[in-house]
């Protein structure tokens, strides 16, 4: 699947559908996404266990986790970077708008559908996909990158990895 402003020659045929995206909009797709595989009946026990042993800000517990490891560990660098560890400042709590992120509410796919406008049935097709793929393959071009905030959006795509 391919999901690109434009149609280009370079994927001419070889993609099962091309989804149109509005520029610039990479990362609302990927958090609405996101949100679905969170919610996935899969989730707990096919994402979770990979995200628990390998991932710290996930969730507010691996960051208290990670921030009592450093500020036990008698390094002053360490140290350092404790005091500015913020368990309220998790991904998942991003995600599905909780907490200290209640105000601007969930990623849904209703709300990504206004921004990116991939319709919402789509958005939860392919975050089903990604959970149900033997072995999903996510590729995401430098495009995405070469734009006003293209870090935040690569930093979107990237998680998508994290949570299948």
């Given at each position: 699947m391919m999901i690109d402003p434009r149609y280009t020659d370079s994927m001419a045929g070889k993609e099962t559908a091309w989804l149109a995206i509005r520029p610039g909009?990479?990362?609302?797709?990927?958090?609405?996404?996101?949100?679905?595989?969170?919610?996935?009946?899969?989730f707990d026990?096919?994402?979770?266990?990979?995200?628990?042993?390998?991932?710290v800000g996930?969730?507010?517990?691996?960051?208290?986790?990670?921030?009592?490891?450093?500020?036990?560990?008698?390094?002053?660098?360490?140290?350092?970077?404790?005091?500015?560890?913020?368990?309220?400042?998790?991904?998942?709590?991003?995600?599905?708008g909780l907490n200290s992120f209640a105000a601007q509410g969930a990623r849904t796919p209703e709300w990504a559908e206004k921004i990116c406008g991939i319709p919402a049935?789509?958005?939860?097709?392919?975050?089903?996909?990604?959970?149900?793929?033997?072995?999903?393959?996510?590729?995401?071009?430098?495009g995405v990158n070469r734009q006003a905030n293209g870090e935040q959006n690569m930093r979107a795509l990237y998680m998508l990895s994290v949570l299948t």
């Open positions: 909009t990479d990362a609302a797709f990927a958090e609405a996404v996101a949100y679905e595989m969170i919610n996935s009946p899969l026990a096919q994402s979770r266990p990979f995200i628990e042993k390998h991932c996930f969730d507010a517990a691996s960051i208290d986790a990670q921030k009592a490891e450093f500020e036990a560990s008698g390094d002053a660098t360490k140290q350092a970077y404790a005091a500015h560890m913020d368990s309220t400042q998790n991904y998942h709590d991003y995600i599905m049935a789509k958005i939860r097709y392919i975050a089903d996909k990604l959970m149900t793929a033997k072995a999903p393959y996510i590729v995401v071009g430098a």
